[in-house]
């Protein structure tokens, strides 16, 4: 909200936020702004008088059924004690100190977040997952629909391979053993056939081993920072 210099000029804004407050009562709402006028003569570095300004602002106020949000940062700053605030920022260059609202809500913990692994576009069944959750219908809005399609394909991807290291270990164990053996009995055609298609499986499996720690190294770091850790 911006409020005009004139305080005949602000009358209008009294009555409009008075007429948004029956509208609102059953609905949670904030205002934030340069009102130009304050509610008390405190709050003015330059003046100790209660002008008829401040009245009609303090009576519009309680028309409202409004409360001031406890207010930190810079001068003026007093608690009432409720979980929401306003916090006031250096000026800087401007003539006005920018806010913020802090709206502190306990969230209750819903698990670990979803977080999308790199090597699962490379698996086999990658596309057909997506495709096969992209094709379903929900109802409602657009965005509504896209929520529900991602949030079907996030429980679908949560059956890949999560940790591609172990399987590239025992990959790795099995071609050791059949190497072994082909190498008691090289014209065995079973134990090559075996032998071709766990060189390819190993040679992907690792491939997804490093995207893998590619990927974590670059999560890690943005939680540690660049601080030599």
């Known amino acids: 909200i911006y409020g005009l210099c004139e305080s005949q000029g602000r009358k209008q804004l009294w009555d409009n936020i ?3 407050s029956n509208r609102f009562k059953k609905s949670p709402w904030t205002l934030l702004g340069d009102f130009n006028v304050t509610r008390f003569s405190y ?15 303090n009576y519009t106020i309680r028309s409202a059924e409004l409360d001031d949000l406890k207010s930190t940062g810079l001068n003026f700053t007093w608690n009432n004690m409720r979980k929401s605030y306003a916090h006031t920022y250096n000026p800087s260059i401007s003539d006005h100190s920018p806010h913020s609202i802090q709206l502190m809500q306990q969230v209750q ?25 992209w094709a379903k219908s929900y109802e409602g809005p657009p965005l509504r629909r896209i929520q ?16 591609p290291e172990t399987l590239t270990a025992d990959l790795r164990q099995q071609l050791k053993k059949v190497q072994l053996e082909l190498d ?30 590619k990927q974590k190294s670059r999560l890690q770091w943005l939680k540690e920072g660049d601080s030599n850790t």
């Open 184 to 213: 008691n009995n090289p014209n065995n055609a079973d134990l090559k056939c075996q032998e071709i298609r766990l060189r390819k499986d190993l040679t992907s499996s690792a491939k997804n081993e490093e995207a893998y720690f």
């Open 109 to 133: 913990s819903s698990g670990r977040p979803f977080k999308f692994l790199n090597f699962w576009a490379e698996h086999p069944d990658f596309l057909k997952i997506v495709r096969h959750e």
């Open 148 to 163: 529900l399609k991602l949030k079907c394909l996030k429980c679908q991807l949560r059956k890949l391979p999560t940790r």
């Open 18 to 20: 008075i007429f948004c």
């Open 43 to 57: 709050e003015h570095s330059n003046s100790y008088r209660v002008s008829n300004a401040m009245e009609e602002f």
